[in-house]
């Protein structure tokens, strides 16, 4: 019985040091994810902006530009996955990846080869280890992004369409990223951001708020200096940038909102097995105090018995 008794206390303490982490990450997280969502909506003026100003050259100008208009033959499509660098998220990669190969999955049943770009730690060990080719990885910003980060990133994607298609260059680009919507609701979700798909300015957002109706309807007018061609290739840069600053920032959010949930659920599941464990634990001392007193009185009345035969 002694023995059981000690089996469950060292459950109890090694449980107990579990919660203290858990417990920990939780706090962590719920701090930070208050930074992010701060972070996401700072941002988004500037892409909602970008994004009106990106969309009225390319609805009013009338431009064949080669990121605005569809190519007539899709070989390869490159897809940029943006996920966490470290796991204590719940499902939440499980989620990203899936929503990943789903896109994947299409893009091949539409005949397109697809060239892989990942960000975070857990996108790039889930390809590698399946022996999936991936042309470019970034880890180690997953939970704080930067704009520089993002323009690294739009760089390469973009040198990668304006490739040709002997140097596997690519003929679209998607971004497959978890969409923050509030603490306890964040959805992953794929977009193509090339050819340019003109999206509402809410969409960009990822503070979960909305422009009016008004704004969003009514463009201003401009006068397109020295040429609209020109200024799409200036503007659309900056628009992917954002769009991928945008991106990292709503999956920023979202992780840290998934490893607090996580957390906490693991903290709440350490209380309850330490109570279970406690329990055990009183009712094997009980067994053995009651075992004690048994084998005292056994023998209290094995001496009884010997004393009156003599």
Known sequence: MGAQQRVFKQKIRSTSSLRKIFKAMELIAASRIQKAIARSQAASPYANALTRAVSAVASESNVDHVLTSEPENVSRAAVLVVGPDRGFAGAYSANLLREAEELIRLLHSEG????LFTVGGK????????????????TGFSETPTAEKAREIGE?????????????????????????????????????????EVVDADEVATGGTSAPANDAAAFPLYEFEPSAEAVLDSLLPRYIDSRVLSALLS??????????????????NADDLIKTYTRLANTARQAEITQELTEIVGGADALAASSAGD
């Not at 397109?112 to 060239?115: G, Y």
């Open 112 to 115: 397109k080869d697809v060239s």
């Open 156 to 196: 390469a994607l973009l040198q990668s369409f304006n490739a040709e298609s002997a140097e596997n260059g690519v003929d679209e680009i998607y971004i497959v990223f978890t969409k923050f919507v509030s603490s306890v609701k964040h959805d992953p979700e794929y977009r193509r951001l090339l050819p340019l």
């Open 251 to 268: 999956a920023s959010a979202s992780e840290q909102a998934s490893r607090q949930a996580a957390m906490k659920t693991a903290t709440d």
């Open 123 to 138: 996108a790039e060990n889930y390809y590698t280890f399946r022996d999936r080719a991936i042309v470019q990885a970034w």
